[in-house]
């Protein structure tokens, strides 16, 4: 992602040097607010959400046409644009999260699901249970709630950590909790 993002800086800022090296300098202005005006536009159609669910749609109609590929938004299965994703997080050997079972890091209790576990040997395991063990170095491949998958790897081990882990198991509770009722007053007017 940084490689694209320097790339197309690049090409920006060699088109801004081409267009100013014109011999007329009103012509040189005008490619450069046409340049401007284009970066712009392609912003607003790189960031609508209109856009993309056409786009989308057009992807979809045109894969099932000619191809027999399997067409999936995996964005929108796992809930991505709600305030949930994936996250891999590697486990430094000093992490509170290295040389335990998945069973005694209680992640499920957070919200936390673990995915899969890239081990440093290269193997790789695939929906783990409980008595897995996380070592230091394995990749762990988590879904949840974005805001909470972000500080998790940061949790520090010992007491402070195990506060972090009881205020972010209440703060589950409390989101079931309000899922559940959103459940029953659907359930109700239904």
């Known amino acids: 992602m940084m490689a694209r993002s320097l790339g197309i800086i690049g090409a920006t800022s060699t088109l801004v040097v081409s267009f100013a090296r014109t011999s007329n300098a009103s012509q040189g202005l005008k490619q450069i607010a046409s340049l401007a005006a284009g970066l712009v536009v392609l912003a607003i159609f790189g960031t609508s959400s209109w856009v ?30 709600r305030g949930y994703g994936v996250l891999e997080i590697l486990v430094h050997p000093e992490s509170w999260l290295a040389d335990r079972t ?75 909790t309000e899922q559940d009722g959103q459940e029953r007053s659907r359930t109700m007017r239904s």
């Open 52 to 81: 993309d669910a056409r786009l989308s749609w057009i992807i979809r109609w045109a894969l099932r046409r000619w191809s027999d590929l399997e067409v999936r938004d995996y964005s929108e299965l796992l809930g991505i644009r």
């Open 102 to 176: 998945l069973s005694e890091l209680e992640l499920p209790d957070e919200g936390v699901t673990v995915l899969g576990i890239h081990r440093n040997d290269g193997s790789y395991v695939a929906a783990p249970h409980g008595r897995s063990r996380v070592q230091a170095n394995d990749q762990l491949i988590l879904y949840g709630r974005s805001e909470h998958l972000s500080t998790l790897g940061d949790r520090p081990s010992g007491r402070y950590g195990d506060q972090e882990r009881e205020a972010a198991q209440k703060e589950q509770v409390r989101i079931v």
